[in-house]
C-alpha cells in the first residue's frame, strides 16, 4: 500500500467515526499526492462541506469544473456547480455559469432560464450594463423569442444607446411581421411612438423592408387592413404601391395607383408608379396621358431626369409621334442634354415640313416616303352582313353612349370623383340573356346548369352604390384574367360594391366563374347582406363539375357566412369537411383545432410590471 493509499484508508476511518475535522488533514495531503484526481478533490470538497467551510469547498468545486469543462464534459461540470450553487444562492456568478454550461451542451431552456435570474438580479440593482449582457447572452441562446427582443430593445433606450435601440424594436418589429402577430405589432408601433415622437414612419420602415425580404403579399395584407381603417394613411397607399411592385401584378398595381393618385393629387410616386405600369403593359396613349398630367409635377419635383427616362421609353415605342418627339425634347432640355433636345426638334421641324406635302405624299406613292401617323384608337368594324343565329349581349354598352365607345381599344383604367360618380344600375350588373321564345327550334338548356340561373337571378337583386371606379375603360371585354385581379383587389380594399361589379363580368368566364360566384357572396357578407350572401352561397353547392379548390373556397365562404348568421354547428361541420379535402387550406386547421400554441402566447404588453418581468417561451 503506498502513502496515498495509507492517508485515504485512516481518513475513512476518522470519517467513520463522525471526526471530520480531524480527516480533513488526511485527504489534503493525499491530495497532494496525486493533484489530477478529480474524484479525491471531489471527496476533499464534500468533506469541506461538512465541516462548514464553505469557501474552501468551493474553491475544489470549481477546480473540478473547470478542469470538466475544458475536456468537454458539460453535465458532470454542470452537477458540479449546482453543488456550488446550493453554498452560494445568491452568488449570480454562478448562474452566469451554469448559463454558459447549459448553453455549450444544447440546453437552451436552462440556460434561458439561468440567464434570466442574472438579468433579473441586475435590473434590481439598476445595473442596466450587466444586465444587457444577460440579455444579449439570452438573444444569442434564442434569437426568435419576442419577449428578449422587446427587454433588449427597451434596456437599450434606458442606457441612451437610441440608435441601438431603434435597430433592436426595427428587429422586433420584423418578427411580428413574420409571425403574423399583427395586433402585436400594432402596440409596438405605438411603444415605438412613445419613445421616439421624432419617428412617425417606423412601421413603414419596418413593412418596407419585408417587402424586399420577399414578404410583399403578407404586407400587402397588413397595409390594405390600415387603408380600410384610415383611407387618409398616404403611408400605407405607398406601401401597397411597392407591395405590388414587388408581387408583379400589373392589374392590382395599375388600380391601387389611381385610387392613390384621386385621394393625393399632388403626390408624383403613384403617378411615377402607374406611367411605369402602363409602358410595361405599352399602353402608349395612357401613359402619354399620364406624363403631360404629371409633367409639372416631374419638374418642381427635380425629376426631370425621370421624366426624360419614360419619354424616351415611349419614343423606343413609337418612334415617330410628334407630341412624344416634344416631350422628349422639353425633359432633355430640363435635365440638361441640350444636343438631345436639339436633336428632337429637328426631327420635328422635319416632320412638320414632310406632314406639309402630305397630300401630295398620298397622291404620289412613288415619291419614296410615306409620314407614319401618329397612334390612333381605331374602331373594329362590323361585317353587316353576318348576323349571329342568336342575340348577342354586350355588357359594357349603354344605351345613349356614341357608337364604338364599348369596342374602342387600347382602353385604359379611370378612376372617376368618388364624389361625382354617377353610374346607373345598368352599367354595373352583370346580365345573361337567353331568348328561349324566339329562337323555338333551339335546344332546350340542360338542367344541370340551373344552379347558375339560381345563383345570378340571387346576385342579381344586390343594389350595389354608384362604382367608384370605372373599371370597365381600361380592359378589353374578354379579358377575364385582368376583371378577376381587379375584383379581387378592390375586395382585400373593401371596396365590395366594386368588387361585384366587375366580379360579375370576369364570372363569364366559364373557367373561372365558380370562384367569381364565391367571392361576390363573400363580398355581400362583408356588406351586411350574410342571409342574401348564404342564399347564393348555398344555391352554388348545386353546381356540376366543381374542381376540389372551388369545392373549399365554396365552403370556407358559406361556414363563414353561417358564423355571422349564429350558425355555428354548420360551420364547424363544413370547416371539417374543407379539411377533408385539404388539410392545408387556409386557416381551417387553426380554426378547427386549437391555434393558441402557435401563436405568441401573451402578446405584448409594455406597462412597467411587464418591463420589469416577463415570462419566457
Known sequence: MNKKDKLLAEAQKLQQKGQHDKALPFLQEALSQDTGDLRLRQRLAEQLVKCRRSDEARKEFEVIGRNL?????????????????????????????????????????????????????????????????????????????????????????????LDESLDAFKSLGLLLVDRHDDGAFGRLVERIAELF????????????????????EQVATIVQGRIKADPQRRSAWRLLVLAYQEIGNLGRLKAVC????????????????????LLQERDIQSALNQLDESETQFMQAGAAAQLRGFYLQLNDLSPITIRILKGCARSCAASGYHEEAASFNAKIASLASIGQGAA??????????????????????????????????????????????????PRELDLQDFSAADTTLADDLYEIEIELDDQPEAAAPDSSLNWFDTVNDILDTVQTSGSKVRFGAGMEDGDAQSHYDLGLAFYEMGLYDEAI?????????????????????????????????????????????????????????????????????????????VEQINPQYRDVASRLHDATETRFAGGLDFSDDELLGFDLK
Open 258 to 277: 389611381q385610387h392613390y393618385i384621386k385621394r393625393f393629387p399632388d403626390d408624383l410616386f403613384p403617378r411615377q408608379a402607374l406611367i411605369a405600369v
Open 360 to 409: 401630295v405624299a398620298q397622291q404620289s406613292p412613288q415619291t419614296g416616303w410615306e409620314e407614319e401617323p401618329e397612334p390612333t384608337l381605331e374602331l373594329p368594324v362590323e361585317a353587316d352582313e353576318v348576323e349571329p343565329e342568336l342575340p348577342v349581349s354586350v355588357p359594357y354598352a349603354v344605351p345613349g353612349e356614341e357608337a364604338g365607345f364599348v369596342a374602342a381599344a
Open 197 to 216: 415622437p421624432d419617428k412617425p414612419e417606423f412601421s413603414c420602415s419596418v413593412l418596407e423592408q419585408k417587402i424586399h425580404e420577399g414578404a410583399a
Open 501 to 577: 361589379n366587375v366580379l360579375r363580368q370576369a364570372a363569364e368566364d366559364p373557367s373561372r366563374r365558380i370562384v367569381c360566384l364565391v367571392l361576390q357572396g363573400a363580398c355581400l357578407r362583408e356588406k351586411g347582406e350574410a342571409k342574401l350572401a348564404e342564399s347564393a352561397l348555398r344555391a352554388l353547392l348545386g353546381s356540376p363539375a366543381m374542381s376540389a379548390d372551388d369545392r373549399c373556397g365554396l365552403q370556407y365562404e358559406l361556414a363563414l357566412t353561417c358564423i355571422v348568421l349564429g350558425n355555428d354547428e354548420e360551420a364547424w361541420r363544413l370547416f371539417k369537411e
Open 69 to 161: 469543462t475544458s475536456s468537454g464534459f458539460y453535465m458532470k461540470a454542470i452537477a458540479i456547480y449546482k453543488q456550488v450553487e446550493k453554498l452560494f444562492p445568491d452568488d449570480i456568478a454562478i448562474a452566469l455559469t451554469l448559463a454558459s454550461l447549459n448553453e455549450q451542451h444544447g440546453l437552451p431552456a436552462n440556460a434561458l432560464a439561468e440567464y434570466k435570474r442574472a438579468f433579473d438580479y441586475f435590473s434590481k440593482q439598476q445595473n442596466h450594463a450587466e444586465a444587457l449582457k444577460a440579455l444579449e447572452a439570452m438573444q444569442r441562446v434564442d434569437a426568435r423569442n419576442p419577449n428578449i427582443k422587446l427587454k433588449y430593445a427597451e434596456v437599450l433606450h434606458q442606457l441612451g444607446r
